[in-house]
Nanobody
Framework: QVQFVESGGGLVQPGGSLRLSCAAS????????MGWYRQAPGKQRELVAR???????NYADSVKGRFTISRANAENTVYLQMNSLQPDDTAVYYC??????????WGQGTQVTVSS
């Protein structure tokens, strides 16, 4: 069964940085396109970044130039480096495949709070 475990969130001041990690189980992780998603209070979950098995990346306009997604296939891990964080980035962050697969559950996510 595929599982994702996200970590690295926390409280940070505006302009600060965080690096999120997502550890994945499953032997076919390396062939999946992986995404980082986030859900802010009262809002729908949204895709913020994705990375193909070959390393090609794509970002939502709201995070372009500030966030960087990367992966380490040998470690079944995907990362999200977040710089210049803003209060609007406050959300629970999740990783999952892109596109989503209905047989894979969401992990618990990791809370990111940007506040002074």
């Amino acid at each position: 069964q595929v599982q994702f475990v996200e970590s690295g969130g926390g409280l940070v001041q505006p302009g600060g940085s965080l690096r999120l990690s997502c550890a994945a189980s499953g032997s076919i992780f390396s062939i999946w396109t992986m995404g980082w998603y986030r859900q802010a209070p009262g809002k729908q979950r949204e895709l913020v970044a994705r990375i193909t098995d070959g390393g090609a990346t794509n970002y939502a306009d709201s995070v372009k130039g500030r966030f960087t997604i990367s992966r380490a296939n040998a470690e079944n891990t995907v990362y999200l480096q977040m710089n210049s964080l803003q209060p609007d980035d406050t959300a629970v962050y999740y990783c999952n495949t892109y596109p989503l697969r209905n047989y894979i559950r969401w992990g618990q996510g990791t809370q990111v709070t940007v506040s002074s």
